[in-house]
Structures are given as C-alpha cells and as structure tokens.
C-alpha cells in the first residue's frame, strides 16, 4: 500500500477535526466539478466509508454535472460494499494536490454491473457501481492541518501576544507579538538583538494573551525560526499538553475572530 493510500486508511470528522475547511461551489478555490473531474480523470483512490468504520476502495468514474450525479466504481465484494453505505453520514475521501477532500455521499447506492454467473463474476473481477447525488460541500485540509489567523494590525484588541516567564532563555522578552495563531501552535516575532531559541527547544509556561478577555498557559516546543531582517527573527511554536479548556477556548476565539468586522455607516 502506498503512502497515500494509507494516510486514507480512516475518515475523518471534518466537522469536528481541526484543519478541515469547507468548499462550496462559488468558493474563491477549485469549484466543485473541477474537483471531482480530477478525481475522475486522474482515477484516484477514494475511501468510502463512515467515520471510524471500515469501508471500500472505488473510484470516481462517472461525474456529471447536469443530472448533478456521480457514479463510482469498487471492485469489492458486494457485502463489504452493503456494509460501508450502511454509514451515517456516508463520506468519500481522497488525497489530492498533497491535500485531502472528503465529501458526503448521500442517497447511496449499489448495482452489481453487468451479468453472469457467480463464477464468470469472479473470474473477470466483480465491479459495482455507486451511484449518488451531487456533493452540497466538499471539505478539504490545510497544508498547515489547522486554519492560521493572522491578527489584524488595526484591531489591537484582537491582536494576541505571548508572554514567556520562569526561567525561560527569552525571560527579558516581556511581549512579543504574535504573527499568526492556530489551533496547533502559533508564531512569535523575536525582537532584533535577541538570540533565539534552538529548534526543539521547550519553553515552559507561556503566556498567551488572545484579547484582554481571552487567554492560557501552555508549555510550547520551538519548531522553527527564521531571520525577519532588521525586525528579529520569527520563532514557530508548536502547543505541548495544551488543556481541553484551553482548546476549546481557543477554537471559539479563532471563529469569531475570523469573521469580517461589521461594517461602520
């Protein structure tokens, strides 16, 4: 099995998993037919299946656009098929251009194709055919694996920074601006003058201060740093043991702070 096949060896809850985004049909990325007809045409492995259950390989080999239908095809046995469209939601998954995309099937189902004995079946390699209805969405993974902000410059109240105490080698460094923020780690900007951190470095009981409401504690790991010129360096970090409170906290700020500012009359 390939790489790429194993990393689909599950689906995922884009609903709930940090990273997904959503793709309707007027999104600003690749519309939904470009999608699918690269799936299509490129005939890539797609899991069918619910999530944390097993499921079966297919591939997109009908996509069209005006009956606003797909037709999939699998080449298991028509047991494991029943099995997976018994899933609630049903998705389809597959990796494309390093990303994956996933997409609900709905009002699923299968027809054995062409006829013949069990025997004959067997011997030229059963195939079913899936058909189903146009997907409503289609959500895909960031390359980062989790959406980035980054804190808008005239909006200081939402602008977070990272204060890093108890020992730590940047201890005179009482705030430093944060670059972006996720739901995984966040960039610092290292003042100029100041040596930074060696990658792999822990750094211990960070402050961080999302607005002068919002804020946790957390160990975080440096994972890369880079010069910004004349204005420091920045410093990437990753969250180590950040608590479910803290998370949760953080997913809500970075919804709300993703939303466009009302507009002013």
């Known amino acids: 099995m390939s790489a790429a096949q194993a990393l689909l060896a599950e689906i995922e809850d884009p609903l709930q998993a ?5 793709s309707r049909p007027d999104d600003e990325g690749m519309l939904h037919a470009d999608v699918l007809r690269e799936l299509c045409d490129r005939a890539l492995p797609l899991h069918v299946g619910g999530i944390g259950r097993r499921g079966v390989a297919a ?3 009908v996509v069209d656009e005006l009956q606003q239908q797909l037709v999939l095809a699998c080449h298991a046995d028509g047991i494991a098929i029943a099995r997976a469209l018994q899933a609630r939601p049903l998705w389809a998954a597959a990796l494309l251009q390093g990303l994956r995309v ?3 099937l709905a009002a699923a189902c299968a027809v054995r194709e062409g006829s ?3 025997a004959e079946a067997a011997r030229r390699g059963e195939r079913f055919l899936i058909r189903t209805r146009w997907p409503g969405e289609i959500y895909r993974t960031s390359r980062r694996r989790a959406a980035r902000l980054r804190p ?3 909006e200081p109240s939402r602008s977070p920074v990272a204060r890093l105490t108890h020992g730590s080698v940047l201890v005179s460094a009482r705030n430093l601006p944060v670059l972006d923020i996720s739901e995984l780690g966040c960039a610092l900007r290292l003042p100029g003058g100041m040596l930074p951190p060696a990658q792999g470095t822990l750094l211990p009981c960070v402050e ?7 804020g946790f504690v957390t160990d975080v790991v440096v994972s890369h740093v880079a010069p910004l010129g004349r204005a420091g360096h920045r410093v990437g970090c990753q ?8 998370q949760l906290m953080l997913r809500r700020w970075l919804a709300e ?3 466009p500012a009302p507009a002013v009359a």
């Open 116 to 118: 013949g004995t069990a």
């Open 18 to 22: 940090a990273g997904w985004r959503v």
């Open 257 to 259: 702070a993703a939303q």
């Open 239 to 246: 969250w180590q043991g950040l608590g479910g409170a803290a």
């Open 102 to 104: 996933q997409f609900a």
């Open 59 to 61: 591939t997109l080999s």
């Open 208 to 214: 961080v201060d999302l607005d002068d409401e919002h």
């Open 152 to 154: 808008a410059r005239a």
